[in-house]
């Protein structure tokens, strides 16, 4: 098992650049779609960027390798971000990208098991955690090494099935899980902190009896360092609490509720795309 991600300024830089050509494809695959979810895909980049190009072991050319570390998006409505970051990886064409929601695609509005890559379908949110735990125990009962990886949404974790799982991860020692909660601070219908707040977030994380970081969740060398102190906790699950920006990086999605699930017209397509430095 991997103890510790080296990393030189130069990684932190090119994971920075590789990034934001994922919200590149995030904004692209939407507007051509003309639906999905930009705002919640683009507040993420970073974390699964990070995660996919630096931290997990995984091998494009054998996604089934029993050895490899998983990663479940339970927040399945943000599938455009997983979609892009494995094209990059490797699993399938980046130019398959433009063919998300469309009719015949493997790359439909939430993930399924058709899609190089994806183990497990996203169902309804609020279930990836117990999909997460499901992974843990399998690989303890197997005697095998891979650690299992969760995105969240702040709003999903609203969700009751979430603090059962999370009871469990505990009970049963989970220590190869790391959960990453994307805390941009909006659901669909608005600010989590008006529609249900959640605070206070990592205290009720520690009470449940959680490893709890909270970092900033575009700022790369927390990222990893937060990828290394999970790898480090023994006998309990750590979750990263990554405070983030809906709709990062673009000027008129940061922060609007209203790109949670709407796709950009062509002028916004435009903008974002200038905003995120591609001609």
Known sequence: MKTKINYSQQDLDQLSCLANK???????????????????????????????FKVMKHDPKRPDWPDRDRFHLSKG???????????????????????????????????DRRAKGVDVASGSLGQGLSVALGMSLAAKMDKLDYRVYCLMGDGEIQEGNIWEAAMACVHYKCDNICALLDYNGFQIDGKTEEVMNLEPLSDKWRSFGWHTVTIDGHDMK??????????????????IIARTTKGKGVSCMENICDFHGRAPNEEETKQALKDLGEN
């Open 222 to 239: 927390q990222i990893l360092d937060a990828y290394n102190e999970a790898l480090s906790i023994k006998t309990k699950p750590t979750i």
């Open 77 to 111: 409505h943000c599938c455009p971000l997983w979609y892009a970051v494995l094209a990059e990886s490797g699993y399938f064409s980046v130019e398959e990208l433009n063919t998300l929601r469309k009719l015949g695609t493997t790359l439909q509005g939430h993930p």
């Open 22 to 52: 994922i919200r590149c494809h995030i904004v692209k695959m939407i507007s051509i779609a003309k639906s999905g979810h930009p705002g919640g895909s683009l507040s993420s980049a970073e974390l699964l960027t990070a995660l996919y």
